[in-house]
């Protein structure tokens, strides 16, 4: 499904990038290899490969794709089950990242068969054969399946992502109507795996100036929140030519969004607040 507009979510999520050969364009030292095949036992019946990227920045070796057949009578239904089956019975070694195993933390987001996902969220077989997993784009790698999300979550912080009043505290919590909490709706729900974020070519291009889609996404969240009354300078600091406008509403971050989100609308709606609050 093509998104012609940011109100719209795609009816189909698992959508492939668009296929480049492997190594293109890349230095001699990041070139990718060809890894060790760990084979499935001889009497297993139902058997999965999954080509998994591991790095290890200590060993001075470059990147490589390991296989690795896991016997699916043995393991549970996700990738994340899989992942911890290798990582248990197969190969220690295997780095990666994962905690609730809800779809809530966002830990194990990851790139596989081409889109970044939540691990703990995408069934086995609904994967390629083989399936492949690659640590999310665009991020430096610390080990295998694992990004540096540090610049990210710094990125976050800038938007202070917290309630800011001026009025004094009430004696009890500050109400609001359940119209004005329906609001925030379809945005308070980002658990910041940064699928949408490692999607956007806009980030890949200036990741040090954009703040990306989750971000932005978090930005709003507070921006049409009733009982926040900061929102005239969280848009000042959000008014410049690279925080906001370098989004290009290419909307890979609506197509990759695991929790079926909508950042291209949130990033919509910001510079329109700015644009009727200067009119």
């Not at 969004?257 to 009119?279: D, E």
Request: proline content about 7%.
């Amino acid at each position: 499904m093509f998104i012609r507009s940011s109100n719209q979510l795609p009816s189909v999520t698992a959508l492939k990038r668009f296929p480049v050969p492997r190594n293109f364009n890349v230095s001699t030292e990041s070139r990718i290899e060809r890894g060790k095949t760990w084979h499935a036992p001889a009497d297993a019946t139902r058997v999965k490969k999954f080509e998994i990227y591991r790095y290890d920045p200590d060993s001075g070796q470059n990147p490589r794709i390991d296989t690795y057949e896991v016997d699916l009578d043995t393991c549970g239904p996700m990738v994340l089950d899989a992942l911890i089956t290798i990582k248990n019975e197969i190969d220690p070694t295997l780095t990666f990242r994962r905690s609730c195993r809800e779809g809530v933390c966002g830990s194990c987001s990851m790139n596989i068969d081409g889109t970044n996902w939540l691990a703990c969220t995408r069934f086995i077989s609904d994967t390629a054969e083989p399936a492949t997993i690659y640590p999310l784009n665009h991020l430096r790698v610390i080990k295998d399946l694992v990004p540096d999300l540090t610049q990210l979550f710094a990125q976050y912080s800038l938007i202070e992502p917290w309630l800011q009043t001026t009025t004094p505290e009430p004696e009890k919590e500050r109400l609001q109507s359940p119209e004005d909490r329906g609001k925030v709706d379809g945005f308070y729900e980002c658990i910041l795996c940064f699928c949408c974020t490692s999607g956007c070519p806009s980030h890949w291009w200036n990741g040090d100036r954009f703040l990306g889609p989750a971000v932005l996404l978090q930005s709003y969240r507070w921006l049409i929140d009733s009982r926040d009354e900061a929102a005239g300078d969280r848009l000042d600091d959000l008014e410049d030519p690279f925080r906001l406008y370098r989004c290009h509403t290419i909307l890979n971050c609506t197509r990759t969004c695991p929790k079926q989100l909508n950042p291209g609308k949130a990033i919509a709606a910001i510079k329109k607040m700015i644009v009727q609050r200067t009119s």
